[in-house]
């Protein structure tokens, strides 16, 4: 049973470029978070994703968007990317219906220069 | 709004001694998380922590939850140099969406 997978590992791009991060969920989970760790810190809670529909979003600016398709799986895409969006972007997955724990990704690690 | 904090925020420590992990929340609360994560690598799991006066073990971890004082512990028994990493934890609330809030992390060495 596979878990929560991300891709890609590692990115890096250049100031103003925009960027797709994806994520597939753990095996029966519905619901798709995205957290943003910057270095030296504790993950902020960026938006979450339930039944294709943006559902929570956490104090992100609009150049953060997402999706989530049929079969589960979310993209995080962040537009017009600034130094400061370097970080350790984090998918979670949880099951909506039956679970509150949340089951983290191994991580995207994004560069911007 | 709800906020987390943790402290210390940096811990070094010898093998074979004991100490604790304080984490404070500012509101209400349903349920309370601990997390590790080694450098450059995702949260593992440790402990949720549901009702008032829940303790959970694992090994040389226990962690506890005090829901009128709005604190957990997260205790180290007899240090070993493996438990070194980040130590995370974290709040969320039944209703609505669930959105886990953070602490600042305590980083654990821990020094043969």
């Known amino acids: 049973d596979a878990g929560v997978t991300q891709s890609p590992t590692h990115l890096i791009k250049t100031r103003g470029q925009q960027v797709t991060l994806r994520c597939s969920p753990k095996?029966?989970?519905?619901?798709v978070s995205w957290y943003q760790q910057a270095l030296g810190q504790g993950p902020q809670f960026i938006f979450q994703?339930?039944?294709?529909?943006?559902?929570q979003r956490g104090n992100f600016p609009d150049r953060f968007s997402g999706h989530q398709f049929p079969n589960y799986s979310s993209e995080l895409n962040v537009n017009a990317l600034l130094l400061g969006d370097s970080a350790l972007y984090l998918c979670?997955?949880?099951?909506?219906?039956?679970?509150?724990?949340?089951?983290f990704g191994p991580g995207t690690r994004l560069t911007v220069t | 709004e709800l906020k987390v904090e943790q402290n210390p925020l940096f811990l070094s420590m010898q093998e074979g001694k004991n100490y604790t992990i304080y984490c404070n929340y500012s509101?209400?609360?349903?349920?309370l998380y601990w997390y590790r994560q080694d450098p450059g690598k995702s949260l593992e799991s440790l402990f949720v922590?549901?009702?008032?006066?829940a303790v959970k073990q694992e090994g040389r971890l226990m962690a506890s939850l005090d829901t009128k004082a709005r604190l957990s512990t997260l205790h180290i028994t007899a240090a070993v140099h493996d438990l070194s990493a980040t130590y995370f934890c974290?709040?969320?609330?039944?209703?609505?969406?669930?959105?886990?809030?953070f602490g600042q992390g305590t980083r654990l060495t821990i020094n043969p």
């Open positions: 979670a997955s949880s099951d909506r219906g039956s679970s509150y724990e949340q089951y």
């Open positions: 095996s029966g989970h519905d619901t």
């Open positions: 994703y339930y039944e294709e529909e943006e559902r």
């Open positions: 509101t209400t609360s349903d349920r």
């Open positions: 922590l549901l009702s008032n006066g």
């Open positions: 974290a709040v969320d609330r039944v209703q609505g969406a669930q959105k886990l809030v």
